[in-house]
Nanobody, 123 residues
Framework: QVQLVESGGGLVQAGGSLRLSCAASGRTFSDYRMGWFRQAPGKEREFVAAISYSGGTTYYADSVKGRFTISRDNAKNTMYLQMNSLKPEDTAVYYC????????????????WGQGTQVTVSS
């Protein structure tokens, strides 16, 4: 299995930027397709972005397309989420996850999850 630890969250003003990191350990990182999800208070966990084994293919939720960029460095066993032009509605706990299932946007496709990192965007 793989262990995942997120970092990089914090408080930022609307229009600002943050970069989240997800450090992996355990099994070979490049064996997994990866994803970012987020969960706001009182809401269900939702898909944000996903990336293929090598990083050559990426997917985004419509709500973040053009503002967020997912990437990975397999040599460093790390995945990133660059978040620009942040909005108050981006406020949530952000989770990274490793996928073995078929559907990139479904939480049920992901077997391993980090503990989450809080992102708060003030207006």
């Amino acid at each position: 299995q793989v262990q995942l630890v997120e970092s990089g969250g914090g408080l930022v003003q609307a229009g600002g930027s943050l970069r989240l990191s997800c450090a992996a350990s355990g099994r070979t990182f490049s064996d997994y397709r990866m994803g970012w999800f987020r969960q706001a208070p009182g809401k269900e966990r939702e898909f944000v972005a996903a990336i293929s084994y090598s990083g050559g293919t990426t997917y985004y939720a419509d709500s973040v397309k053009g503002r967020f960029t997912i990437s990975r460095d397999n040599a460093k066993n790390t995945m990133y989420l660059q978040m620009n032009s942040l909005k108050p509605e981006d406020t949530a706990v952000y989770y990274c996850a490793a996928r073995t299932g078929a559907t990139y946007y479904a939480t049920s496709s992901y077997d391993y999850w980090g503990q989450g990192t809080q992102v708060t965007v003030s207006s």
